[in-house]
C-alpha cells in the first residue's frame, strides 16, 4: 500500500510525529493508501509558511495569479486519468461521472482565472471638497480551507481556487475518507508553478486537525464545507479570535409537485438526477412533496427510473450507481431506512445490500424509493446523504409551503406546476438560497451557491459573489487639494 506526504512549504514532508492513517476503497472495504496524520505542530509550520509567503502573494498582480489558475486547469486536463482514477477507487464515483468531473474541474478553474480578473472596487463620493475616496479589494489573509468528501476534487478546488486567485494563502485540509485526492491535488498546483507556501496540506482527523486550523491565531479566515454541526463547532471556535467564516452547510430541500405539474417529466427528470453520485450531495432532494392528485402516479414512474440505474463496482463503464463514499455513512442511511420502515413508511424499492457477489465486500445499497412518508418521520426531517427517495403527499399549497419551510436548513427547493405565476409565488415563499422551477437542481459556475437561510451556510459560495467572499474591501481615501 502506497504512502503519501503532506505538502508544506513547497516540500512533501511526513507528521511530526511519524503518524499515518488509512483511506479505504469503499467498493472493496480494503485499505487504499495511507496518509500523515498532522497535529498541532505540522498545523503550525504550515501556518508559518502560509504567512510567510503572504506578502509576495498578495501583491503579485491579478493577471499572474490568474495565469497560474489557468496552468492549474492545463494540469488537471492532462492528469485528468489520475484524478479520475482516484475517484473512482477512493470515493466511489463511478468511471463516467468521474470524468465528468474532471473535466467540470478543469473548466471550473478556467472560469475562476477569468472572472478574477473583473473584480472590481468602488469609488465613493465624498463629503470634504478635492477628496476620493475608494474602496479596493484585498485579500483576507491566510485562509484554511476545510473540504468534505461528497464531490472530493470538486469541492478542494471550488474553494482553494478562489481563495488563492485573490491573493490569499492556503492551507487545505482535505476530508480525511478521501486525503488522497487532496494529494494529488496538491501535487497539480506544484506542477503548474504555485510558488512555495502559497498552498499548503494538511492530513488528518478533522476534529484534531481542523480544531488546530480553527483555533490558530495565524489563520484570519476559514474557508469550510460540510455538515451544519461541523460548521456550528468550528464557528465557536473561529470566535476565539474573530475569524472570518465562510460556510456550506447541509440541506433537506424540499422539492414540491403541484397538482398542475407535468408529472410524468418530473418523475422522470428528478429520479434520472438523484441517484448520482449515491445522492451524496447536499443539493439531493430530501423531501419530495406531490399534491394527493398526481401522488400515486408520480410514485408509479419515479419508481420505474429508479428501476433502471445500474449499481456495480465504480471502475465498470456501464455503473449508473456505485457505493457510498464510506461505512459510517452507509450504517447511516441504513439506519434512517429501518427507522422509516418502524415508523410506517412504504418502502417501493430498494434500500437493501445488492445480490451480486462482487459487491459483497464494499459499501453498496440498492437505490431506495420510500412512499407515505409524514412529515414528522425522522427519515423526512433529517439530512439523508444518501441514495433514498422520499415521497410525502400533499392537498393545498398552503399547507405544502409551511412543511418545505419546516427545517432547520434552507439550501434549494424544487417547483413544479405549469402554472407560472404559482410557480414563482411559491418561490417568493421558500425560505431557502435557490430554487429550481421545472427541472432538477443544477449547479453552474456562473451562479452563487449556498447563502444564509437558517443552519445551511454563512456566506456564498462560487461566482463572483462566492470569489468576493475571500477579499476584503480597504477604505483608502486622498485629499488632492492645493
Ligand atoms: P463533516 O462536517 O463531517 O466534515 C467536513 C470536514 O470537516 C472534513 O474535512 C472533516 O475532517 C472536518 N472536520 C470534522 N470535524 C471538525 C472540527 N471539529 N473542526 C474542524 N474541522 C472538522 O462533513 P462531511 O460528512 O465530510 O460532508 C457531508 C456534509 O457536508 C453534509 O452535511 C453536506 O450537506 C455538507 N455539504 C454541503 C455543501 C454545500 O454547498 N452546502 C456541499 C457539500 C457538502
Redesign the pocket.
Known amino acids: 500500500m502506497k504512502s503519501y506526504k503532506m505538502y508544506i512549504n513547497g516540500e512533501w514532508v511526513d507528521a511530526v510525529s511519524g503518524k499515518t492513517m488509512p483511506t479505504y476503497n469503499p467498493s472493496t472495504g480494503e485499505e487504499y493508501g495511507l496518509v500523515p496524520v498532522a497535529d498541532k505542530e505540522d498545523v503550525d509550520k504550515a501556518v508559518k509558511a502560509a504567512s510567510a509567503a503572504l506578502p509576495e502573494w498578495a501583491k503579485k498582480t491579478q493577471q499572474d495569479r490568474a495565469k497560474l489558475i489557468m496552468r492549474l486547469a492545463a494540469q488537471v486536463r492532462e492528469h485528468a486519468e489520475e484524478l479520475v482514477e482516484l475517484e473512482v477507487y477512493e470515493h466511489g464515483t463511478p468511471v463516467m461521472l468521474a470524468r465528468g468531473f474532471a473535466m467540470a474541474a478543469a473548466d471550473q478553474l478556467e472560469y475562476i482565472a477569468s472572472i478574477s480578473r473583473g473584480l472590481m472596487g468602488q469609488v465613493l463620493p465624498h463629503s470634504m471638497p478635492n477628496t476620493v475616496g475608494y474602496l479596493k479589494r484585498v485579500p483576507i489573509g491566510v485562509c484554511a480551507v476545510?473540504?468534505?468528501?461528497?464531490?472530493p476534487l470538486m469541492?478542494m478546488l471550488s474553494m482553494v481556487g478562489p481563495a488563492a486567485v485573490t491573493g490569499n494563502t492556503c492551507i487545505l485540509?482535505?476530508?480525511?475518507?478521501n486525503s488522497i485526492l487532496g494529494v494529488k491535488f496538491i501535487e497539480l498546483m506544484g506542477k503548474a508553478g504555485f510558488p512555495k507556501g502559497v498552498v499548503n496540506l494538511i492530513t488528518g482527523?478533522?476534529?484534531s486537525?481542523?480544531?488546530a486550523?480553527?483555533t490558530h491565531p495565524g489563520i484570519d479566515m476559514i474557508r469550510?464545507?460540510?455538515?451544519?454541526?461541523?460548521?456550528k463547532?468550528?464557528l465557536k471556535?473561529a470566535s476565539q479570535t474573530a475569524k472570518k467564516c465562510v460556510m456550506?452547510?447541509?440541506?433537506n430541500n424540499p422539492v414540491i409537485v403541484c397538482e398542475d405539474a407535468n408529472v410524468e417529466k418530473a418523475a422522470k427528470m428528478q429520479a434520472g438526477r438523484h441517484y448520482g453520485n449515491s445522492a451524496?450531495?447536499?443539493?439531493t432532494p430530501g423531501r419530495y412533496y406531490v399534491h394527493e392528485k398526481v401522488y400515486d402516479k408520480f410514485v408509479e414512474v419515479f419508481t420505474e427510473e429508479v428501476k433502471k440505474i445500474k449499481v456495480g463496482l465504480p471502475w465498470e463503464e456501464s455503473t449508473g450507481m456505485g457505493p457510498m463514499a464510506n461505512k459510517q455513512?452507509l450504517e447511516r442511511v441504513n439506519y434512517l431506512i429501518n427507522t422509516a420502515k418502524e415508523q410506517g413508511a412504504r418502502i417501493v424499492y430498494g434500500g437493501e445490500k445488492p445480490k451480486d457477489a462482487a459487491l459483497e465486500k464494499g459499501f453498496f445499497l440498492m437505490p431506495a424509493v420510500i412512499a407515505d412518508c409524514t412529515h414528522d418521520m425522522t427519515i423526512a426531517r433529517e439530512?439523508i446523504?444518501g441514495p433514498v427517495g422520499v415521497i410525502l403527499k400533499f392537498s393545498s399549497e398552503e399547507e405544502v409551503i409551511k412543511l418545505a419551510n419546516d427545517s432547520e436548513y434552507g439550501?434549494c427547493a424544487g417547483v413544479w406546476s405549469e402554472d407560472g405565476a404559482k410557480a414563482l409565488r411559491m418561490t417568493d415563499d421558500l425560505r431557502v438560497d435557490s430554487v429550481f422551477i421545472n427541472m432538477p437542481r443544477m449547479m453552474t459556475s456562473e451562479f452563487p451557491?449556498?447563502g444564509n437561510v437558517k443552519e445551511?451556510?454563512v456566506g456564498k459560495?462560487d461566482s463572483v459573489c462566492g470569489m468576493e467572499e475571500f477579499t476584503d474591501l480597504k477604505f483608502i481615501c486622498t485629499s488632492y487639494d492645493k
Not at 248 to 251: K, N, P, T, Y
Request: charged share 10%; net charge negative.
Open positions: 476545510i473540504t468534505p468528501w461528497n464531490v469541492m485540509k482535505p476530508a480525511s475518507v482527523p478533522g476534529g486537525v481542523g480544531d486550523l480553527s469550510f464545507t460540510g455538515a451544519s454541526d461541523t460548521g463547532v468550528i471556535a456550506e452547510l447541509g440541506g451524496q450531495n447536499c443539493s455513512q439530512e446523504f439550501l451557491w449556498g445551511s451556510g459560495s
